[in-house]
């Protein structure tokens, strides 16, 4: 049975402005929207309390030709754009106007910065196999943070990941089918859930719901521009 999820994406609307009348190009495309990410993803006093209109078109996209991804910040209600920056054995950094970054390897979170309880790094490469498969598979991830002395603090989560159905995933007026897969994952005290919609035709993560670290929660992305 087929589940409809409706992933709305919410903007800013000076930012809407901003990219309405002028483009980007390769990844110097941040500096479009220095101010309207000034709320920065760790939040500030600009953090909605409410979501913003959802108002964001394909026409208005077409301004963007350069990677770019949407993301929420549970946590503190924060949004935020955030565009390629550059790459590195085969991973991808995006980054805010205010310097937040994100760095993926396949659709994965793999590290952080700026938010603070940053994900320094992690392995994860036995996941994105995992992904592909549709009976229930195991793995483990391995993340690295800072402890309060600044030294490296490793932690290792012994994971199960499951197809939990079929989505179309529904944002910026365009529909995804995808295969919805929940990744769940247990180390000593800590037990996160995560949730990736994996495009059915390429097998490339569209919409995810990911967990970072203890003081930063999850993160919702949604893949704008790939």
Same mark, same amino acid.
């Given at each position: 049975m087929k589940v409809l999820i409706r992933l709305k994406i919410l903007v800013?609307? !000076?930012f809407l402005s901003a990219c309405s009348t002028t483009g980007f190009v390769g990844f110097d495309g941040f500096e479009l929207f220095k101010e309207a990410t000034r709320n920065k993803l760790a939040g500030s006093p600009n953090t909605f309390k409410t979501n913003p209109l959802d108002s964001l078109t =394909?026409?208005?996209l077409k301004a963007f030709s350069g990677p770019l991804i949407f993301a929420h910040l549970e946590v *503190?209600? !924060?949004y935020a754009s955030l565009s390629a920056v550059g790459q590195n054995g085969g991973a991808t950094t995006y980054m805010t106007g205010d310097d937040v970054s994100?760095?993926?390897r396949d659709g994965i979170l793999i590290a952080s910065r700026g938010l603070g309880g940053d994900l320094l790094s992690s392995d994860v490469s036995s996941l @994105? @196999? !995992?992904l592909k498969q549709q009976e229930t598979r195991k793995h483990k991830r391995v993340h690295r943070y800072l402890d309060a002395e600044d030294h490296i603090l490793t932690m290792s989560f012994d994971c199960l990941v499951e197809q939990s159905g079929i989505a179309v995933v529904q944002f910026v007026e365009? *529909?995804?089918h995808t295969k919805a897969f929940k990744e =769940?994952?247990?180390g000593g005290t800590i037990t996160f859930d995560n949730t990736y919609w994996v495009g059915v035709s390429d097998n490339k993560i569209v919409s995810s719901r990911q967990w970072v670290s203890g003081p930063i929660g999850y993160v919702d992305l949604w893949v704008l521009i790939d």
């Open positions: 800013f609307t !000076a =394909r026409a208005q *503190s209600n !924060a994100l760095t993926f @994105p @196999p !995992a365009r *529909s995804y =769940r994952c247990t």
